[in-house]
């Protein structure tokens, strides 16, 4: 077994508050001039997801850093001149061009199992097939290679899209964009830089990397965290993470050790690691983005470390039975100040942008849910607001004041 260095800095919560924030871009200045390109080249994955209610949420994730881009520029700015890939990481993410050879050990798992959850009939001849077709006409979605469905349910995949799927997640195949949220496939020798087309990393190199690229995007984190970034194991991170640039912290509030084992230190205070230069900017003070978050945001999509960090507790409830849910099918939280301070079920009808249910701690949170709700409704085009349900009725009449303004 490995032995860690023992944590010799010290951060208080907000010290790792406003550190998380920073590295996902939302403490500071924008970096306007290198956009949405420079949001993904940070974060390093950007998680794709079906559901459309104010806008998809690879769309939330640069907007809520940048501002209102406009949309078009966003998708232009992911999918055009070989700048990015869709692959596996924390779910379906976009992910920069540049970490290709990283994902290396993951091709390589997916071939020594042999097969996903769908099992081919004939997977040389279907394969080739699509390796033809893909040669000689390609970019292709799956409709356009023959057909993605047999015509049972959702799951029922035709032979071709067992195939293409197979071959994007052994490497052959990339998914170079989504056309009408169906993936486009290319062959892997068109669509990657012939620099970075190759699987030459062994996979402590693979990991290492992003683990230490996980660590930069989230600034400080937990062992769990580490792993949960990119989907990786707890033996993985720990395999790598004493030969990585990352440097042990302890953080006031964080319980125990991500490790499991004792050492000394504050009571209550758990075993972290840090990015360096995350903790060099630590005491700079600077502008906080008021904004609404996807769901699925880097930020709070670890819905652990997201009650670690900001002592709020958030779920998605659009696959929760309508009756049961709490806040909403697609409940976006409010970010201001630094804080998580309400969250609301947005829906468009028309040029009206609708609070479905809306919450707010405090009557601090108004103000800035007006504003955060306002600059989304501009950026979707929307026209007003409406707000159908506040679960604190008390501040109602002073939400719709602020709005009004």
Known sequence: MT??????????????????????????????????????????????????????????????????VGRPAVEAAYWTDTHSFEYWSHAACILPIEEWPHFAFRRRARRAKGHRWHVLEDSERSCAAVRDRLKADGPLTATELGGAKNGGPWYDWSETKIAVEWLLDTGEVVCTERRGWKRVYDLAERAVPDRLLHDDLDDSACIRRLVEQAGVAMGVATRADLADYHRLKGEQVDA??????????????WGRPANGTGGSGPRGAG?????????????????????????????VWDRKRTERIFGFTHRLEAYVPKPKRVHGYFAMPLLSGGRLLGRVDPAREGTTLVARQLSLQGHGAVRPMAEALR????????EEVRVERIMQPELSAPLTEALSR
């Open 3 to 68: 032995t860690l260095p023992r944590p010799a800095i010290e951060l208080s919560a907000d010290d790792a508050r406003r550190i998380a924030l920073r590295a996902q871009g939302l403490l500071g200045a924008p970096d306007r001039r290198a956009g949405v390109r420079g949001v993904l080249r940070h974060l390093g994955a950007i998680q794709l997801d079906t559901i459309s209610v104010l806008a998809r949420s690879h769309e939330l994730v640069p907007y809520a850093r940048l501002g209102p």
């Open 271 to 299: 075993e972290a690691w840090a990015d360096p230069a995350a903790l060099a900017d630590a005491a700079r003070r600077s502008r906080h983005r008021t904004t609404l978050l996807s769901p699925f945001d880097s930020l």
């Open 240 to 253: 790598v993470i004493a030969d990585s640039r990352l440097v042990p912290v302890r953080v006031e509030g």
């Open 375 to 382: 600059e989304a409704a501009a950026w979707v085009g929307c």
